[in-house]
């Protein structure tokens, strides 16, 4: 009775076995390209398509067809066969069932927000191979114990594997009007599970373009509890904090490190510069000419007439965010020196920063001019103006 138990669940406990251990690979991060496709492979092109095929045709096929009237007949009438599918169909079928189950899980993923993301999709791929799993089990063992389907031997696989190709009869061929009834509904429910997987991700691609990887980075003030855009502080001193607080906006499908670096830099305006509070334009390299605040003499960058003549670095922070998440990170803003037209500047990167940030190597960059008087004074919120007072 343990034997014959062990028939017909010990394919499916090998296909769980495996979903298990290939999950833990993707779960624990495993490296190593050898590894991870050994466990890997087998789980996305093979386990929850069986897993189907077994929840939608539980009956055990025949392999073999014997005579059953006399040695001196050329007649031969043949045993009845269940629904089932010869299992050298059933192992190719549950490849294209897979790649589409796999593709359906992933699309799905994409579309509630989470992204194509290979943790998440295959949690999703798992769950739906230990469903039809589990149904597949129940399934059988509503089934006669002789007609359940199951591991055939070694020596039945081959022999229907011979029958798939030999072209005597089609594999899904069935004798009787119940096996053909039966044959009927399993495929139905096999090609109906695939077209729905189908039409999904047709409908949710068509509907819902994928977007591309960006990151938004902008300044935010708070009001109570919430963040909104504007009122930020304009007049600063000397040597005393101000909090200031950068948003980080993560739409690239992966959680990312970013790190800030702020910056305070002096400015020489033209005439026809910005007055403060209006956008600074982007500032391109000066060749061979780029010294620190307390260097040499020389300017650090310019954009068209505006160049930088000292700047100090004020903080370096590091945050990492998941996807589809904001970061609201606080800079206590200290100023080292005092004057007109100042500005601020977050320099946004994508992991480590180099020894000297600048607008060329940054990922995104946020700058607010800003006054610093000598240290007295209290910080005061910026008036509405017509410009902006931050820009990307």
Known sequence: MKSSYRRWTLDLLLVVAGAVAALAVILLGVSGSVVRSLFVVPFIVFYPGYALLAAAFPERRSDIESN??????????PIRHTAGLLYSVRLVLATTSSVAIVSGVGILTNYFGWGFHATITGVGVFVVTILFSALAVARRAMLPEEERSGLPPLRALIGNAKTATSGVRSPLSVQSERSS?????NVLLV???VAFLSSVGFAMVETQQPESDFTEVYLVTENGSEYEIGG??????????????LAIENHEHESKTYTVVTELQRLDRAANEPWVGETVNE?????NNKTRAGGNNGTLAVANNT?????????????????????????????????????LVFF?????????????????????????????????????????????
């Open 68 to 77: 059953t009237m006399g040695k001196d007949s050329s007649l031969t009438r």
């Open 181 to 185: 009834v039966s044959l009927a509904v």
């Open 191 to 193: 090609v109906s599970v």
């Open 232 to 245: 930020y502080p304009q007049q600063l001193s000397k040597g005393e904090p101000t909090t200031l607080t």
């Open 283 to 287: 500032t391109q390299p000066v060749a």
């Open 307 to 343: 160049r930088v003549v000292e700047e100090h670095e004020l903080s370096r922070v590091q945050r990492s965010v998941a996807d589809n998440e904001t970061a609201y990170i606080n800079h206590d803003v200290t100023p080292p020196m005092s004057g007109d037209s100042l500005r």
């Open 348 to 392: 946004v990167y994508e992991g480590e920063p180099p020894a000297e940030p600048s607008r060329e190597s940054a990922y995104q960059t946020v700058q607010l001019v800003v006054s610093v008087d000598g240290g007295e004074g209290d910080t005061e919120p910026a008036q509405p103006q017509t410009n902006e007072e931050a820009s990307i």
